[in-house]
């Protein structure tokens, strides 16, 4: 019989999810193939019974006919009940689809308040029953959930009805590789929007028993809330407050990375480690204190129930509750509890009934931390318990944080134990602080030393040589190759422990010692106690260690080997922010700024770059000093430790991204914004570089050449002096435009054939140098770079001298390779990077003639005030029969490898 068939069951839920996108064809294909191998199973059952009742012994039929059964059951049941909870989600969202496809920023919504929490300024509110209505189009829709902040007016009550007028945020999918998708999250909480309130109106309504409920948890919550605030400072506060009610708004962002870094940021979350040790440990005390197992049991299930509802039933929560009650019925009815069969059989329920929850990072998370801890017992882990599950988990932090915690089997050796004792002082101190604050402080005591404790332990880790790893995102095949191993080297040391197991009752009959002892070269009487374990515990590391260390090298080191070049335009609202990165790993930032999303550095440009594996970036060029190309910039300087040299920020990263080289344009005038980046790079000792049109970039890949086409002897860093590249890869050529418009674009032309009449001249007559640069204008750049050839060249220099003539060709053909304004060539995709967002002002007929390009890239804002990209650019991109790529409508657009 199967060992663990929960196992095969909840594999059964999980295909049933991710098929369900394939219609009722792969429901038929996965059905009929499973009826095809149980007639072949029965079929040779019947046919070799002898060969089979050894292996499944009749008493496992009746189980192993419930098995089979349960296996398509389960299929179907996740198959259908995915494809209706996505139907319902869809309708749900389209009332607040309509309005951002709109390009709506603000609505009015309807609704009934669900329940409420306190932030550090505002009041947050989650509405059900919905209605909601643009402010500007005509569009009224009924719509599912949605959350409400309040900085002022009236504070409804749960099940008050409410009016509420404010800005709109939609809750869609991640627009940029890297984003934190909360889409899972928020529908596991039926929300669908943001609403930050302007104006509300409350109208009450008649109370429901659930609604005056929730109104008793929420004013507990806030409470409670309040006692902690006021027994604490606003760090531990925050904390403490996190840790106890999942209410993150408080926690201070320095103490929260600081507890990253030493890989204990997971007690911050409700989890299930806080079920778990408040639970269990409540059944424990009242087994000592000789209570009966029934009502012991009970009264677990009654805090249980209790925590569920006072930190709103997340997902890890409702996991470790499940495997809680199991846990219990299993005391009751004297049955085995094995970890395995309780956490499949709960996540199979949850995906069952909540099948978006597979693609929510706290779930796989739970679920891995939980057959982390199975793996550590099986291997016999012993004093590096710790140590397994941070290898164990190597790969799924990695696919969500890109980051590794190197020493947090360290910290969480000595962190893990003391959090029951931190919730237990945390909750009395805020459960007593309501009514009694000298109490609340009495017990606040214990809470503040462990985390003065927590906070000195994390500080040491984090302070080691590599103690933050920046891994990026592991492909699928690394983490199907190191779970395989994973899985081989569990087996190995099933098998050490059979053999050791079976030598030392064999040395325990012929009364000559254990096997390992004798094998070891130990003598009996030492071979005992403590040191036995020690020994098991290095005996059985050391079967997993290498393969372990070896996956773990090659996680880390994945992302720093050579591949193709990519240039990658981000999706930042109304702004500009696209990466670079050669196949020799050359990392370039072309701007990074939005004027309609706050926070674009730490949002969007260091998740990128980070699940990319990148933590120092070679180059940042500055375009012009708008707020929307530079303030994601301003944000990482800020950040950004002192730079030294590249080993000493990979020893010490600290999770926040840093820059070698920042380039500025060269002007005459130097604006604040000019000036304050200029500050903070010679603060944070980075290397600044000035340019002109004509100035190259040197790359450590030498098949790659970045050229700088513009400006030429600026006065102000504006629009119409952004810094213009040329970008040459082996797979494309880009040209990023900045914000320069058509004047620009002219004038990079005049600028090329000025600075070609200047070096033509040198070294003639006056008059030979005059006449050749007299009218070098527009139509004549253009005539003169068409093709730009030999032909062309001769017919420019006849009638000078030979030496003249030869000389003046030469210039020529360097300056057209050098500017990029030579023949197309056909096997090379031409990418424009369309100037000022797609304005009227910028992209040139004549210009989009010039270059040719095989695509152009928009970067604007969803719903812009600005109407980028306005109509004209268009027409002329199309009429040129150009690819046009837009980050409103797509994210992020990838050209190359």
């Not at 940021?265 to 440990?281: D, E, N, R, T, W």
């Not at 096997?515 to 997993?544: C, P």
Request: charged share 25%.
């Amino acid at each position: 019989m199967i060992k663990r068939p929960m196992l095969a069951l909840f594999g059964a839920v999980v295909l049933g999810i991710l098929l369900k996108d394939h219609g009722l064809l792969a429901l038929g294909g996965v059905l009929g193939a499973y009826a095809i191998f149980t007639f072949l199973f029965f079929f040779f059952s019947d046919r070799f019974k002898d060969m089979i009742d050894k292996v499944i012994l009749p008493v496992c039929y009746p189980n192993l006919m419930i098995f089979l059964g349960l296996l398509p059951l389960l299929f179907v049941l996740s198959f259908w009940n995915s494809g209706r909870s996505g139907k319902r989600a869809e309708e749900r969202r389209e009332a607040y689809s309509l309005i951002y496809e709109a390009g709506e920023k603000e609505c009015v919504v309807l609704g009934i308040v669900r329940s409420k929490d306190i932030r550090k300024d505002q009041i947050a509110l989650t509405l059900e029953k919905c209605r909601v209505k643009g402010y500007y189009e005509n569009i009224e829709r009924s719509g599912g959930g949605c959350r409400v902040f309040l900085s002022e007016g009236e504070v409804p009550e749960c099940g008050d009805e409410v009016k509420v007028y404010g800005a709109f945020y939609f809750i869609n999918d991640p627009m940029n590789p890297g984003e934190y998708n909360t889409v899972p999250k928020s529908h596991s909480e039926n929300v669908y929007a943001r609403i930050y309130g302007k104006k509300i109106f409350v109208e009450k309504r008649k109370k429901t028993a659930l609604d005056l409920a929730r109104e008793g948890l929420a004013r507990l919550r806030i409470s409670f809330e309040e006692s902690i605030s006021e027994t604490f400072d606003d760090k531990d506060g925050g904390l403490l407050i996190a840790m106890i009610t999942g209410n993150r708004d408080f926690e201070e962002e320095e103490v929260v990375n600081l507890y990253r870094r030493a890989g204990i940021s997971h007690i911050l979350a409700i989890s299930g480690l806080h079920v778990s040790l408040l639970c269990l440990g409540l059944w424990r005390l009242l087994k000592k204190l000789t209570v009966g197992k029934w009502t012991r049991s009970f009264l677990t299930l009654g805090l249980l129930g209790f925590i569920i509802l006072f930190t709103g039933g997340s997902v890890s929560t409702l996991r470790a509750g499940g495997m809680c009650v199991i846990f219990l019925l299993g005391r009751l009815l004297r049955r085995h509890y094995d970890l395995l069969s309780a956490l499949f059989m709960t996540a199979s329920l949850i995906l069952i009934f909540r099948p978006w929850e597979l693609n929510d990072p706290s779930f796989i998370l739970s679920v891995s931390a939980i057959s982390a801890v199975h793996f550590a017992r099986e291997i016999q882990a012993g004093p590096f318990f710790g140590f397994v599950l941070t290898v164990f988990m190597l790969p799924v932090t990695a696919l969500y944080f890109y980051e590794i915690p190197t020493y947090a089997f360290i910290s969480n050796l000595i962190v893990i134990p003391l959090t029951g004792f931190m919730l237990i002082f945390g909750i009395l101190s805020g459960s007593f602080g309501i009514f009694c604050p000298l109490l609340g402080k009495t017990f606040g005591g214990g809470a503040f030393l462990l985390l003065r404790l927590f906070e000195a332990v994390s500080g040491f880790v984090s302070g080691l040589p590599f103690s933050f790893l920046l891994t990026g995102t592991p492909r699928v095949s690394e983490m199907v190759l190191f779970f395989c191993l994973m899985f081989v080297t569990l087996k190995i040391a099933e098998k050490l422990r059979e053999k050791n197991e079976s030598g030392n009752k064999a040395g325990r009959r012929t009364g000559k010692g254990p096997g390992v002892g004798k094998a070891a070269g130990i003598g009996k009487d030492t071979y005992n106690g403590k040191m036995k374990e020690e020994l098991k515990g290095f005996r059985y590391l050391g079967t997993w260690w290498l393969p372990a260390l070896i996956l773990s090298l090659l996680l880390v080191g994945v992302h720093f080997l050579p591949k193709g070049a990519k240039l990658t335009f981000l999706y930042v609202g109304q702004g500009d922010c696209s990466v670079f990165v050669s196949g020799k790993k050359d990392t370039v930032l072309f701007d990074c700024g939005s004027t309609s999303n706050a926070g674009v550095g730490k949002r969007v440009l260091s998740p990128f770059l980070k699940s990319s594996g990148i933590m120092l970036l070679d180059t940042v060029t500055v375009s012009h000093t708008d707020e929307d190309h530079i303030n994601g910039i301003t944000e990482i300087l800020e950040n950004m430790r002192v730079y030294r040299n590249d080993a000493d920020y990979r020893m010490r990263y600290d999770g926040n991204i840093g820059i070698k080289t920042l380039v500025m344009p060269e002007v005459r005038s130097r604006g604040e914004n000019y000036l304050k980046l200029l500050k903070l790079a010679g603060e944070k000792n980075v290397r600044v570089i000035f340019l002109d049109a004509g100035d190259e970039l040197e790359l450590r890949d030498s098949s790659c050449r970045l050229l700088c086409l513009s400006p030429y002897e600026a006065e102000t860093s504006e629009n119409e002096t952004s810094l213009v590249f040329r970008l040459d890869t082996p797979e494309f050529t880009a040209f990023m435009m900045g914000d320069a418009g058509a004047e620009a674009e002219k004038k990079i032309a005049d600028d090329i054939w000025e600075i070609a009449g200047k070096r033509m001249t040198d070294g003639m007559g006056e008059k030979e140098g005059k006449r050749i640069t007299d009218g070098m204008g527009e139509k004549e750049g253009k005539r003169m770079t068409d093709g730009m050839g030999e032909k062309e060249g001769k017919r420019i220099t006849d009638g000078m001298g030979e030496k003249e003539g030869e000389g003046m060709t030469d210039v020529i053909q360097e300056l057209a390779g050098r500017f990029g304004f030579q023949k197309k060539d056909p096997s090379k995709k031409v990418v424009l990077k369309v100037g000022h967002h797609g304005s009227r002002t910028a992209t040139s007929e004549a210009f989009v003639e010039m270059i040719r390009p095989s695509y152009a890239v928009i970067s604007c804002g969803r719903g812009n005030t600005y109407g980028h990209p306005h109509r004209e650019v268009l027409d002329i991109l199309e009429a040129a029969g150009v690819v046009i790529h837009r980050t409103d409508r797509e994210g992020a657009v990838v050209i190359g490898k």
